[in-house]
Nanobody, 121 residues
Framework: QVQLVESGGGLVQAGGSLRLSCAAS????????MGWFRQAPGKEREFVAG?????YYADSVKGRFTISRDNAKNTVYLQMNSLKPEDTAVYYC?????????????????WGQGTQVTVSS
């Protein structure tokens, strides 16, 4: 099993930056595909970014967000720059065993509790 704990959410002004962290348990962390999803009020949970060796981003965040991982620390990060009010959501860290990046929530096996990101105009 894998346990995931997100941190780093908060309130920022539009145009600002925020860095989310996801601390993961598990001896096979390095083999997992890791992803970030977000869910805004009234909307479905949507894919934001994923990483194994390569990275993949939703079009809405491409060029602004960066996903990275530190396998030695069992941690995944999401650096968010040039934040917009529409980025406001609860952000979730997720992990999947199959070694291909997935962009739908149902493909992922483990989830964190989420961390709130609010961007004011």
């Amino acid at each position: 099993q894998v346990q995931l704990v997100e941190s780093g959410g908060g309130l920022v002004q539009a145009g600002g930056s925020l860095r989310l962290s996801c601390a993961a348990s598990g001896r096979t962390f390095s083999t997992y595909v890791m992803g970030w999803f977000r869910q805004a009020p009234g909307k479905e949970r949507e894919f934001v970014a994923g990483i194994r060796w390569s990275t993949y981003y939703a079009d809405s965040v491409k060029g602004r967000f960066t996903i990275s991982r530190d396998n030695a620390k069992n941690t995944v990060y999401l650096q968010m720059n040039s934040l917009k009010p529409e980025d406001t959501a609860v952000y979730y860290c997720a992990a999947k065993l199959r070694a291909v990046i997935g962009t739908t929530a149902r493909e992922y096996d483990y989830w964190g509790q989420g961390t709130q990101v609010t961007v004011s105009s």
